[in-house]
């Protein structure tokens, strides 16, 4: 079974500052695809990253960049420069053959002044 | 905005009873995703729909069924409610599927009394 971990339930930056959330996902498949997603207190699912299994160039979007090490299934996200709208709760998502995405737990980030 | 909607907002019922959830895609694309979001089960794949055929399914319960129609809308129906079943419920989009980005509508919250 494919399977998603995020071993922070919950982390705290300031402002300005950077952050890493940590993921790392189980699976036999050679081609796939991984997300993380943000879900602020409005509870609406936000794209922040993509990934595709087969690309060994990490993917950026602005402030936020990922560390995808395929060998050790892990897949990071940095958040640079910190803003207090990035405080939410943030999924790491996996989707490979079976066309479902599986999500892992979710990592409670809060970002203070 | 994602470009997906979905109907109602918040939808308060009583157990045992029946209610049908409306999902519109983003203009374009033709696979429609259900997932279900509650406190125990953490973000959950319940079913997928391309162009009209179900492609693939989750954890979804016999009591609960979705379709897609001719104009790519969805709905997912949820009968015999019993308080369980109380979860925020998402539509997701995408172009086709196998990994493509599934971007999210704002969600449903079902309460079952």
């Known amino acids: 079974a494919q399977t998603v971990t995020q071993s922070q339930p919950e982390m705290s930056v300031q402002e300005a500052e950077t952050v890493t959330l940590s993921c790392t996902y189980d699976?036999?498949?050679?081609?796939?695809?991984l997300f993380w997603y943000k879900q602020p207190p409005s509870r609406q699912m936000i794209l922040v990253i993509r990934q595709e299994a087969y690309k060994q160039q990490n993917a950026t979007e602005n402030r936020f960049s990922v560390n995808f090490q395929k060998a050790a299934k892990s897949f990071s996200l940095k958040i640079s420069d910190s803003q207090l709208g990035d405080t939410a709760m943030y999924f790491c998502?996996?989707?490979?053959?079976?066309?479902?995405?599986?999500f892992g737990t979710g990592t409670r980030l809060l970002v203070s002044p | 905005d994602s470009g997906v909607t979905q109907t109602p907002k918040h939808l308060i019922t009583a157990t045992g009873q029946r209610v049908t959830l409306r999902c519109s895609p983003r203009?374009?694309?033709?696979?429609v995703y259900w997932y279900q979001q509650s406190l125990d089960q953490g973000l959950q794949f319940l079913i997928q729909y391309y162009n009209g055929e179900e492609r693939a399914k989750g954890n979804i319960l016999e009591r609960f069924s979705a379709q897609q129609f001719p104009d790519l809308h969805s709905e997912l129906n949820l009968s015999s409610l019993e308080l369980g079943d109380s979860a925020l419920y998402f539509c997701a989009s995408s172009v086709a599927g196998d990994g493509d980005t599934q971007y999210f509508g704002p969600g449903t919250r079902l309460t079952v009394l």
């Open positions: 998502a996996f989707i490979g053959s079976f066309q479902k995405l599986v």
């Open positions: 699976t036999s498949e050679n081609n796939y695809y």
């Open positions: 203009s374009g694309d033709l696979s």
